[in-house]
């Protein structure tokens, strides 16, 4: 059985960073149920070529005990962000494709996109819109 790896703001900062991102995280849930704020932790990352990514665990998954121990973060929710507004990718992604936002993404999924937006050419927008593509 494939073991559960939960994901923090701590892990999911890192990487980010080795990906060669600028990057903010903060906590929001915590163990006190009067805490404000109603996700786990949000990350966002600036990348060089300007593109960014807003990660957000919204919630604690609860897993019964042959799976998992108590509480974990293992899914997140990703928006990517162009020129600081949520955008899709260009067609021939295999991510955000007419959508803005990919939900309960895994770490290895994680990884793959950090990738994808990491080595995308921002160029390609114009591109596609003056082709029509966009």
């Known amino acids: 059985m494939d073991e559960f790896k939960?994901?923090?703001a701590e892990s999911v900062r890192d990487i980010l960073e080795e990906a060669g991102a600028?990057?903010?995280a903060r906590s929001g849930r915590s163990e006190s149920y009067g805490a404000p704020r109603d996700f786990s932790f949000e990350v966002k990352a600036?990348?060089?070529?300007?593109?960014?990514?807003?990660?957000?665990?919204?919630?604690?998954?609860?897993?019964?005990?042959?799976?998992?121990a108590g509480r974990v973060n293992d899914l997140v929710d990703v928006?990517?962000?162009r020129d600081g507004s949520y955008s899709?990718?260009?067609?021939?992604y295999p991510w955000f494709q007419a959508i803005d936002q990919e939900e309960g993404i895994d770490e290895e999924r994680l990884r793959e996109i950090v990738a994808c937006v990491k080595g995308l050419n921002p160029?390609?927008?114009l591109l596609q819109e003056l082709t029509g593509d966009l």
């Not at 600036?46 to 799976?67: C, K, S, T």
């Not at 899709?88 to 021939?92: D, N």
């Open 6 to 8: 939960p994901m923090t």
């Open 22 to 24: 600028k990057v903010m």
């Open 46 to 68: 600036l990348f060089p070529n300007g593109m960014g990514l807003h990660i957000v665990a919204r919630q604690f998954n609860y897993r019964d005990p042959w799976e998992g």
């Open 79 to 81: 928006s990517l962000l």
């Open 88 to 92: 899709p990718l260009p067609k021939g």
């Open 123 to 125: 160029k390609i927008y």
